[in-house]
């Protein structure tokens, strides 16, 4: 199986500035032919069931804000918040969809210092 | 709009049995792979199971393989989960979730949307 670790497992940030969220996977997701990696991020608020964020690593859903922004070197993804909100308060979790069995990061609980 | 509604779950003794649906809307049901991701309490997401459009393949997590079935029925729109065996272990918030319209036919798990999930509590 493809294991997902996020660091940190939680963050505390201040209104306007970046918040950073990695997520390292134990095995290549890039699908070498699509130069693609499957990696996607989701924002799960609480009670709230979770929302796609950002998908193949980098591209923003549509309808997100483009403060988020994933980007990747090798098998470690990042996720940034340039300028937190605080509407941004949620738990943040990676995924691969690169092979069953689909996996997921632990999640990185995002609040406001 | 695509809408997802989830049912079924509730109180069920260890060894018992379950059947979750998921009454979809808003999009060519029978087109897209369905899965199931359940949600312990406090707890991470943990992916359950996966049936393609045409009902044709099913891909589950060892930790439900051989007790949970998945399955559809394109004409009414509405995708299950057949759980069985339940063990105090498999409580937690299950969610329905399409695959993505992002995700080609080489990808199975970009989810999006989610439902808002049905509580399922297994009792020792």
């Known amino acids: 199986d493809i294991v997902m670790t996020q660091s940190p497992d939680s963050l505390a940030v201040s209104l306007g500035e970046r918040a950073t969220i990695n997520c390292m996977s134990s095995?290549?997701?890039?699908?070498?032919?699509?130069?693609?990696?499957?990696l996607a991020w989701y924002q799960q608020k609480p009670g709230q069931p979770p929302k796609l964020l950002i998908y193949w690593a980098s591209t923003r859903e549509s309808g997100v804000p483009d403060r988020f922004s994933g980007s990747d070197s090798g098998t470690i993804f990042t996720l940034t918040i340039s300028s937190l909100q605080a509407e941004d308060v949620a738990v943040y979790y990676c995924?691969?969809?690169?092979?069953?069995?689909?996996?997921f990061g632990q999640g990185t609980r995002l609040e406001i210092k | 709009e695509v809408q997802l509604l989830e049912s079924g779950g509730g109180l069920v003794q260890a060894g018992g049995s379950l059947r979750l649906s998921c009454e979809a809307s808003g999009f060519t049901f029978s087109n897209y792979a369905m899965t199931w991701v359940r949600q312990a309490p406090g707890k991470g997401l943990e992916w359950v199971s996966t049936?393609?459009?045409?009902?044709?393949?099913?891909y589950f997590a060892d930790s439900v393989r051989g007790r949970f079935l998945i399955s559809r029925d394109n004409s009414k729109n509405t995708l299950f989960l057949q759980m069985n065996s339940l063990r105090v272990e498999d409580t937690a918030l299950y969610f329905c979730?399409?695959?993505?319209?992002?995700?080609?036919?080489?990808?199975?798990?970009?989810?999006?949307?989610w439902g808002q999930g049905t509580q399922v509590t297994v009792s020792s």
């Open positions: 049936v393609s459009g045409d009902a044709t393949s099913t």
């Open positions: 979730a399409k695959k993505s319209a992002y995700c080609g036919t080489d990808c199975l798990g970009l989810f999006d949307p």
């Open positions: 995924q691969q969809y690169y092979r069953t069995p689909i996996t």
């Open positions: 095995q290549t997701i890039l699908h070498t032919s699509k130069n693609k990696n499957y």
